[in-house]
């Protein structure tokens, strides 16, 4: 069973940055799309960016095109999601899921099978 392990997230304030790592144990990805959604209490699970493992093709949802960043590491097996210029409005709790058949990068978070812990990211004004 492959286990998705979240790092970083934490208290900034508006304007700042911060980076979350997402590290697969248990096996290395090939044709998989590993992607960032949020959550705010009681509301659905929203796209942020994913990233495609065979060719490095990445999407961003338009709210945070620019600002954030995903990146891959091959010899961590990890994913990077880094956020910078943030805002009050990102605040969520991230997490990272994984879709190993994908046709394309999908936004909806239920064409996605295995997902981290979810970290908190709180942006302060």
């Known amino acids: 069973q492959v286990q998705l392990v979240q790092s970083g997230g934490g208290l900034v304030q508006a304007g700042g940055s911060l980076r979350l790592s997402c590290a697969a144990s248990g096996r290395t990805f090939s044709s998989v799309v590993i992607a960032w959604f949020r959550q705010d209490p009681g509301k659905e699970r929203r796209f942020v960016a994913g990233i495609r493992w065979t060719d490095d093709g990445t999407y961003y949802a338009d709210s945070v095109k620019g600002r954030f960043t995903i990146s891959r590491d091959n010899s961590k097996n990890t994913v990077y999601l880094e956020m910078n210029s943030l805002k009050p409005g990102d605040t969520a709790v991230y997490y990272c899921?994984?879709?190993?058949?994908?046709?394309?990068?999908?936004?909806?978070?239920?064409?996605?099978?295995?997902w981290g812990q979810g970290t908190q990211v709180t942006v302060s004004s």
């Open positions: 899921a994984a879709d190993y058949s994908p046709l394309r990068i999908g936004v909806s978070w239920k064409g996605y099978s295995n």
